[in-house]
């Protein structure tokens, strides 16, 4: 009898510490939510592991577009979020769901397609020049058509052109639904234009005869930034971690990181943040 009670105090004290241990595990761990362009870059393999060995925690990346990380903070189901539409992060902390907006680090669009040119925007004077080109030409487009932030700036600038390209989808504006690099792989297969960051471009293995075709147009700024969720309106957001992961992104040594991140010896993001 004694044997068993013996035998039933330990099993309740392992438990016990088996679930102090899981809910200190979960206690060091937040969740990011982000793009699909920066994780495909290959950015957070490179910093995150630094920011654990520093601080002990653990930053899980929920990678979709935009419009979808967007919506997973709105929800509550982050404690911090990283993408590249101002115009909609500065309404996700206007409207309160989240606390502050920080200008974390940029790249730029670029517009890619075979290097044929057939709709030749090479000698482009604007990125609206050469998209008036590619329809004028009707050569094939490949469109995220995801709500991204790389497909949010693509309708922008055709917006600029006055024209909607969704009037002609299933023609030769194509939208795929898919993320960056699908939508990349479709575009070479179908010998088609593309607008997408220059991180993933540079990243991306499959460029056979693709190439970038039209670059450094203002226009084409990629600006990302990053905000902790508001623990106001969701009170389980861990806000303490969510804090001390933006605050160590925007400090010299996360902002060194990201400044040293490269790929075939070009770098991929500029920091942005001055502490």
Do not use: C
Request: overall charge positive; charged content about 20%.
């Amino acid at each position: 009898m004694l044997k068993n009670k013996f035998h039933l105090i330990v099993s309740t004290l392992a438990l016990a510490f088996s679930l102090g241990s899981i809910k200190y595990a979960i206690a060091d761990s937040i969740i990011l939510a982000s793009t699909t362009s920066t994780q495909n870059s290959g950015l957070f393999d490179h910093i995150l592991p630094a920011f654990t060995k520093e601080s002990g925690i653990t930053v899980n990346v929920v990678a979709v577009g935009t419009g979808a990380a967007l919506k997973l903070a709105r929800n509550g189901d982050a404690d911090v979020l990283m993408v590249h539409h101002k115009t909609s992060e500065e309404k996700f902390v206007k409207d309160g769901f989240g606390v502050e907006r920080f200008d974390l680090m940029h790249n730029d669009f670029v517009l890619v397609g075979p290097d044929s040119d057939p709709a030749s925007i090479q000698s482009s004077q604007s990125v609206v020049a050469a998209l008036q080109l590619i329809k004028k030409q009707k050569s094939p487009f490949l469109s995220r058509g995801d709500d991204s932030g790389t497909n949010k700036r693509e309708l922008e600038l055709w917006h600029e052109t006055d024209f909607d390209p969704k009037s002609v989808s299933g023609g030769w504006y194509r939208e795929t639904g898919s993320g960056m690099g699908a939508t990349l792989n479709t575009a070479v297969a179908m010998q088609g234009y593309a607008l997408t960051d220059r991180a993933t471009w540079l990243s991306y293995k499959n460029k056979q005869n693709m190439k970038v075709l039209f670059e450094r147009d203002k226009r084409l700024f990629n600006q990302y930034g990053i905000i902790v969720v508001n623990p106001e309106k969701y009170p389980h957001i861990k806000i303490k971690a969510a804090n001390k992961f933006v605050s160590w992104l925007l400090s010299p040594k996360g902002q060194s990181l990201i400044a040293s991140y490269k790929v075939a010896g070009q770098q991929l993001f500029s920091p942005d943040a001055i502490q």
